[in-house]
T-cell receptor, first 110, second 115 residues
Framework: DAKTTQPNSMESNEEEPVHLPCNHS???????IHWYRQLPSQGPEYVIH???SNVNNRMASLAIAEDRKSSTLILHRATLRDAAVYYCILRKAYGQNFVFGPGTRLSVLP | EAGVAQSPRYKIIEKRQSVAFWCNPISGHATLYWYQQILGQGPKLLIQFQNNGVVDDSQLPKDRFSAERLKGVDSTLKIQPAKLEDSAVYLC?????????????FGPGTRLTVL
């Protein structure tokens, strides 16, 4: 299974943009890039996903490198409620499953 | 729309006892997943159902864990007998069809403590 590598932790100031990196050098052409986050004492929640092109939704933006070997989750204005563990996960087209790594713990400072 | 429901939210048992967890997925979702999350780690997939058939149970410890999905809707996960290392949060998730672009919706989890 293709694996992802993320920094263990990151810190951001409130109301500033946050760029969360993810490396996936062994990604295959049919792997989707998914991002989930997990707030304290809650189940993970979906943030965004993409295949080849950059994606935007109400929560975040996903920037995918041209060679697809890395991606960046962008939170445009961090709030205290964005403090969570963020997971970058690869998923094959026919749904073989999510392998969660340890993720990146994001702290947001007021 | 209603989310994924799980019960109980918390359970404390002694080792060698049995325990069961229940999950009700989002209506119309064909795919159901059970994950185990040990403190400080990411969730680990235990079993994936497509309707009422098993798609992947490669990481389910089958000597003590079992799961079923009744009529392709609700699901139960059972541990018999429990060990200390089974202490974890058990998460249920569901998705519409289970494909690569599918979004998974997670329940709140059941926190199991084995003494």
């Amino acid at each position: 299974d293709a694996k992802t590598t993320q920094p263990n932790s990151m810190e951001s100031n409130e109301e500033e943009p946050v760029h969360l990196p993810c490396n996936h050098s062994t990604i295959s052409g049919t792997d989707y890039i998914h991002w989930y986050r997990q707030l304290p004492s809650q189940g993970p929640e979906y943030v965004i996903h993409g295949l080849t092109s950059n994606v935007n939704n109400r929560m975040a933006s996903l920037a995918i490198a041209e060679d697809r070997k890395s991606s960046t989750l962008i939170l445009h204005r961090a709030t205290l409620r964005d403090a969570a563990v963020y997971y970058c996960i690869l998923r094959k087209a026919y749904g073989q499953n999510f392998v969660f790594g340890p993720g990146t713990r994001l702290s947001v400072l007021p | 729309e209603a989310g994924v429901a799980q019960s109980p939210r918390y359970k404390i048992i002694e080792k060698r006892q049995s325990v069961a967890f229940w999950c009700n997925p989002i209506s119309g979702h064909a795919t159901l997943y059970w994950y185990q999350q040990i403190l400080g780690q990411g969730p680990k997939l235990l079993i994936q159902f497509q309707n009422n058939g098993v798609v992947d149970d490669s990481q389910l410890p089958k000597d003590r864990f079992s799961a079923e999905r009744l009529k392709g809707v609700d699901s139960t996960l059972k541990i018999q007998p429990a060990k200390l290392e089974d202490s974890a949060v058990y998460l249920c998730a569901s998705s519409l069809v289970g494909g690569g672009a599918d979004e998974q919706f997670f329940g709140p989890g059941t926190r199991l403590t084995v003494l």
